[in-house]
């Protein structure tokens, strides 16, 4: 199975400044990011959000805000005709030492582990950080950066089509 593991914030979402999270109740989906979802969809990968969410254990918002604004964001993709396979999130503190948090890579060995159909070779990482190309690098996967020039839709033109989803 080919996957794209994507980040969320600044990858599918627009991103805010730590403290503007507390008055965040709603996110804003990036330009180009569904249609970027559905192309990388019809080019035959699977989406899987992994994302680093430490606002939570730092205190900025409750994993209940979380939940509350990430099933928003399920119920929009879903409309839109997007099913993600599955998100993978740490919570965790960057002061705690986690196997999760990127660039570790616990959460490409959950998905790994609850998915043993995923081809790690025919699959991608694309996210905004240097913590997300880390994150490639260790676990030997392309890597798309995203930036103002280079959206999710930029990303899913890079794809080829596969029949053998």
Same mark, same amino acid.
């Given at each position: 199975? &080919?996957?794209?593991?994507?980040? &969320?914030?600044?990858?599918?979402?627009?991103?805010?400044?730590?403290?503007?999270?507390?008055?965040?109740?709603?996110?804003?989906?990036?330009?180009?990011?569904?249609?970027?979802?559905?192309?990388?969809?019809?080019?035959?990968?699977?989406?899987?959000?992994?994302?680093?969410?430490?606002?939570?254990?730092?205190?900025?918002?409750?994993?209940?805000?979380?939940?509350?604004?990430?099933?928003?964001?399920?119920?929009?993709?879903?409309?839109?005709?997007?099913?993600?396979?599955?998100?993978?999130?740490?919570?965790?503190? &960057?002061?705690?030492?986690?196997?999760?948090?990127?660039?570790?890579?616990?959460?490409?060995?959950?998905?790994?582990?609850?998915?043993?159909?995923?081809?790690?070779?025919?699959?991608?990482?694309?996210?905004?950080?240097?913590?997300?190309?880390?994150?490639?690098? &260790?676990?030997?996967?392309?890597?798309?950066?995203?930036?103002?020039?280079?959206?999710?839709?930029?990303?899913?033109?890079?794809?080829?089509?596969?029949?053998?989803?």
């Amino acid at each position: 199975m &080919r996957v794209a593991f994507l980040d &969320r914030d600044s990858t599918i979402v627009k991103d805010y400044a730590d403290e503007h999270w507390t008055n965040i109740y709603k996110l804003e989906f990036l330009p180009n990011s569904l249609q970027g979802l559905k192309s990388i969809i019809n080019k035959g990968y699977e989406i899987i959000i992994i994302t680093n969410q430490y606002i939570i254990h730092e205190g900025y918002i409750s994993y209940s805000r979380y939940k509350m604004l990430n099933d928003a964001m399920c119920v929009k993709l879903k409309d839109m005709g997007i099913d993600l396979l599955d998100i993978f999130m740490c919570p965790h503190a &960057r002061s705690q030492p986690c196997h999760c948090r990127k660039p570790e890579t616990g959460m490409i060995e959950m998905a790994m582990q609850k998915y043993p159909s995923i081809d790690k070779t025919t699959s991608f990482i694309a996210g905004d950080s240097d913590y997300d190309e880390e994150l490639a690098k &260790r676990c030997r996967m392309q890597f798309y950066r995203i930036n103002e020039a280079f959206d999710l839709f930029s990303v899913s033109e890079k794809l080829e089509y596969s029949e053998t989803f």
